[in-house]
């Protein structure tokens, strides 16, 4: 069942674009879901419950609510794909280079600090979205030898 109210279902509506029963899937699907999903992550959570949406209508959505400001590409997996964070506010994002793993930080000193740093340049940050690529800590770990 469609979540009431859903935002992106609304910008969607609200900027003209059709409104179909596989873009409310996905729409839903990404509201409900704070995974840092790729459109392969969307299409094959939706695939069963949905058999004739393809992977291009995913994408078209994606593309949609991107545009919309609504979701935010971060980072790519390993394989090159898009990750799309549904999180609006400002945040951080750390990105792992090689599990393709993001992990959302709440943490206002950083982007103080960072609207800060973009002051002193003479710029007025409208939205800051921070995003450090290093290791996540599993990754970082040596290999079991074994």
């Keep these: 069942m469609p979540v009431q109210n859903n935002p992106f279902i609304q910008a969607i509506r609200d900027a003209g674009f059709k409104v179909t029963p596989q873009r409310i899937a996905v729409c839903d699907w990404l509201y409900r879901n704070n995974t840092h999903p790729t ?3 969307v299409y094959e959570a939706l695939r069963e419950a ?3 949406m393809s992977l ?3 994408y078209s959505t994606l593309e949609v609510l991107e ?3 609504l979701i935010y590409p971060v980072g790519m997996n390993t394989d090159g ?3 799309y964070d549904t ?3 400002p945040h951080v994002n750390l990105v792992c280079r090689r599990c393709g793993r993001v992990i959302d930080v709440a943490d206002d000193r ?3 600090e960072a609207r800060r740093s973009v002051a002193s340049y003479g710029f007025e940050a409208q939205d800051i979205n921070v995003v450090v690529y ?3 800590a599993d990754c970082r770990e040596p290999p079991a030898v074994g």
């Design 87 to 89: 999180v609006s506010r």
């Design 56 to 58: 291009a209508t995913v």
């Design 39 to 41: 459109a392969a992550d």
């Design 134 to 136: 290093g290791f996540c």
């Design 81 to 83: 794909s898009k990750r």
């Design 110 to 112: 950083m982007l103080d």
């Design 50 to 52: 949905f058999p004739t």
């Design 67 to 69: 545009a919309l400001k």
